[in-house]
């Protein structure tokens, strides 16, 4: 007689562990901020374990992840390469993607540059909004701060990046421009998708009216307009009203979002940063991939999870240093450096961790 024993049903994943894509395909075209051309994007739904892909339909279709390991320049904006092709200014649409809990997705572009659209991220997340975002049967794991670590880059006059345990992402930013028209300014906000779209991605990228005429010389900056960035003169503003009275500050508690979602996975921590920018954004996922004692994975088996495990490092994520010798701090070999598996949250000494730096301008 047959057996009509059915297995059961696995348990649903709690939602805050569960891989999530986009609903359906959606598009945008727009130029970029520095090479000042058109380029088209496309997001499509991506299977789970996936991550977040990058695609130059332009250059054969050439894929490039969304992680550190894949990062080439972090100087004026954040660029990743692969085998020679590269794709820059990825910061805006990756926060956006981050906040809408976007684990998987596929990112087709037809140019080297993803589109500065209005230079904040709120395009990006209208778009993502519009795709929807839908829940997939895979597991997913939250990278979290066990024990505070400090990054500090030497010779930039007091750039630094600190983060300590928190359940959640929260930023606290804190700028000091030479300009008067910027000067100090600070942000500190608990991010979660309503209070990003609310406080921090309207804000635009940003330059200095002195250092416009240096970035076009370099050939960058050759996007730049009235509808997607602000220049700063001494006096203030000189193209465009803000949004916010402290727009730049908020910006980079924006970008910093943004360069943190290169970890591959939601990441929860206290966040601050002092003088930042890429490069000290990057720093720190340089020094989490450095110090894997001062975090750990957290994980939930089903809905009914309420103590999330420690389980074993997956292989996929890796974090590494920027490939090239585009700074003196050694070049990596471009695939990166997988992180050990960290532990479980006990007392620890806060690591501090001192780099040497590269002078950067602009926005």
Not at 94 to 119: F, K, M, Q, S, Y
Not at 339 to 354: C, E, H, T, Y
Request: net charge negative; aromatic share 4%.
């Amino acid at each position: 007689m047959p057996s009509h024993h059915r297995e059961p049903e696995p348990e649903p994943l709690h939602p805050l562990f569960s891989q999530k894509t986009i609903a359906r395909p959606v598009a945008v075209s727009g130029v970029g901020i520095h090479t000042g051309k058109q380029v088209h994007v496309e997001l499509h739904p991506a299977p789970p374990g996936t991550g977040v892909v990058f695609r130059r339909t332009d250059s054969g279709g050439v894929e490039i992840p969304a992680l550190a390991s894949e990062v080439s320049s972090v100087e004026l904006a954040t660029s990743l390469g692969r085998d020679d092709v590269t794709i820059s200014t990825v910061e805006h649409l990756l926060a956006a993607l981050r906040v809408c809990d976007v684990d998987n997705l596929r990112i087709d572009l037809n140019g080297p540059e993803v589109p500065i659209l209005d230079g904040s991220a709120l395009p990006w997340l209208h778009l993502v909004e519009a795709a929807g975002v839908r829940f997939q049967a895979a597991p997913r794991r939250i990278l979290a701060i066990t024990s505070p670590i400090t990054v500090e880059l030497d010779g930039l006059g007091g750039k630094r990046i600190r983060a300590t345990p928190f359940e959640g992402l929260r930023v606290s930013y804190a700028i000091d421009f030479a300009a008067p028209a910027i000067g100090h300014q600070e942000t500190d906000l608990v991010v979660s998708r309503e209070s990003f779209a609310r406080e921090l991605a309207p804000a635009r990228t940003f330059a200095l009216l002195a250092e416009v005429e240096w970035l076009h010389r370099r050939g960058l900056g050759l996007g730049g307009d009235l509808d997607n960035c602000i220049v700063f003169g001494p006096e203030g503003p000189t193209n465009t009203g803000l949004r916010f009275a402290d727009e730049p500050v908020r910006h980079k508690a924006l970008d910093v979002i943004g360069d943190l979602a290169l970890a591959g996975c939601p990441v929860w921590a206290h966040v601050e940063v002092e003088r930042g920018g890429h490069q000290v954004h990057f720093a720190l996922l340089e020094a989490l991939r450095e110090r894997p004692d001062c975090w750990t994975w957290l994980a939930g088996a089903s809905a009914g999870a309420t103590s999330p495990a420690t389980p074993e490092m997956p292989s996929g994520l890796s974090i590494g240093q920027t490939r090239g010798d585009r700074d003196d701090r050694g070049a990596g070999d471009g695939a990166g450096a997988a992180i050990a598996a960290g532990s479980a949250a006990r007392d620890l000494p806060a690591a501090v961790v001192a780099r040497p730096a590269v002078a950067s301008r602009g926005f």
